[in-house]
């Protein structure tokens, strides 16, 4: 949430794309890894925003899903490309291509760009943002609590309690960096990638997000009864998608 001191950043290198000029600099030692990635487990963690949301694209063209849905896949890959794009660089133009975004896609605000283009303040990213989220949250809730799905209720428990604990992690990883730091130079190289707790925020974080979306699929099928009323939309694959199934006494 806050900017990294400066006492961690001076240990920091200096690698192929220069020095950073993002207003945030995280716990992950820059170019310690790569000379041409700044943060490596940063970075390589958004894949889970970004092979999910293309395997989920792939997927509701096959089962023939509503194009609409085309578009929340698509703002996951777009912050998972922004995020990808800002650890790699830590430039200040990616940082603006990893966080307007994520306000976009949760809610299209667009006028909080225009805000935080004028007053760039991190903070104010991260308060914007988790009140949208509450506020979807909120209306998923309405749902549940008004068709009383068993189904709905499942998805939204297991994607917010892996969103609520990369939450977790990224807490972790701001408040106790100077501790995290020295326990890493204290480990086998091998087990440093697993201390990368901002790393694990973008992998739950994804993970729970793109639930969401199997979420509103479903959602959408079973409250509109736009399906076969002897079939059910039920998760598989581990929540990576929802396939139509024939109902029994369990669901």
Same mark, same amino acid.
């Given at each position: 949430?806050?900017?990294?001191?400066?006492?961690?950043?001076?240990?920091?290198?200096?690698?192929?794309?220069?020095?950073?000029?993002?207003?945030?600099?995280?716990?992950?030692?820059?170019?310690?890894?790569?000379?041409?990635?700044?943060?490596?487990?940063?970075?390589?963690?958004?894949?889970?925003?970004?092979?999910?949301?293309?395997?989920?694209?792939?997927?509701?063209?096959?089962?023939?899903?509503?194009?609409?849905?085309?578009?929340?896949?698509? %703002?996951? =890959?777009?912050?998972?490309?922004?995020? $990808?794009?800002?650890?790699? +660089?830590? *430039?200040? #133009?990616?940082?603006?291509?990893?966080?307007?975004?994520?306000?976009?896609?949760?809610?299209?605000?667009?006028?909080?760009?225009?805000?935080?283009?004028?007053?760039?303040?991190?903070?104010?990213?991260?308060?914007?943002?988790?009140?949208?989220?509450?506020?979807?949250?909120?209306?998923?809730?309405?749902?549940?609590?008004?068709?009383?799905?068993?189904?709905?209720?499942?998805?939204?428990?297991?994607?917010?309690?892996?969103?609520?604990?990369? %939450?977790? =992690?990224?807490?972790?990883?701001?408040? $106790?960096?100077?501790?995290? +730091?020295? *326990?890493? #130079?204290?480990?086998?190289?091998?087990?440093?990638?697993?201390?990368?707790?901002?790393?694990?925020?973008?992998?739950?974080?994804?993970?729970?997000?793109?639930?969401?979306?199997?979420?509103?699929?479903?959602?959408?099928?079973?409250?509109?009864?736009?399906?076969?009323?002897?079939?059910?939309?039920?998760?598989?694959?581990?929540?990576?998608?929802?396939?139509?199934?024939?109902?029994?006494?369990?669901?």
């Amino acid at each position: 949430m806050f900017k990294i001191p400066m006492a961690f950043q001076e240990f920091n290198n200096t690698g192929y794309w220069g020095k950073p000029t993002a207003t945030i600099d995280w716990c992950e030692k820059n170019y310690e890894v790569n000379y041409y990635v700044a943060e490596m487990w940063n970075t390589i963690s958004n894949l889970m925003m970004i092979i999910p949301p293309l395997w989920g694209i792939w997927d509701m063209k096959k089962q023939k899903f509503a194009r609409r849905f085309f578009f929340c896949y698509a %703002f996951i =890959l777009v912050v998972g490309f922004g995020s $990808l794009a800002f650890h790699m +660089t830590l *430039l200040y #133009e990616m940082q603006l291509f990893d966080e307007l975004p994520m306000v976009w896609g949760t809610y299209r605000y667009i006028g909080f760009a225009i805000i935080y283009l004028a007053w760039p303040q991190p903070l104010l990213q991260h308060v914007c943002y988790g009140i949208l989220v509450a506020i979807s949250l909120a209306q998923e809730i309405k749902l549940i609590l008004e068709f009383k799905c068993s189904v709905c209720k499942r998805m939204f428990i297991v994607a917010i309690a892996l969103y609520l604990f990369g %939450f977790f =992690l990224w807490n972790i990883d701001n408040i $106790l960096c100077k501790n995290i +730091t020295i *326990l890493r #130079e204290q480990i086998p190289m091998f087990l440093q990638p697993f201390t990368q707790m901002h790393a694990w925020w973008h992998i739950f974080a994804g993970y729970g997000v793109y639930i969401q979306v199997l979420f509103c699929i479903h959602s959408t099928y079973d409250y509109h009864k736009k399906y076969k009323l002897s079939n059910l939309l039920l998760p598989e694959h581990m929540y990576f998608s929802i396939r139509w199934q024939k109902p029994t006494k369990s669901n």
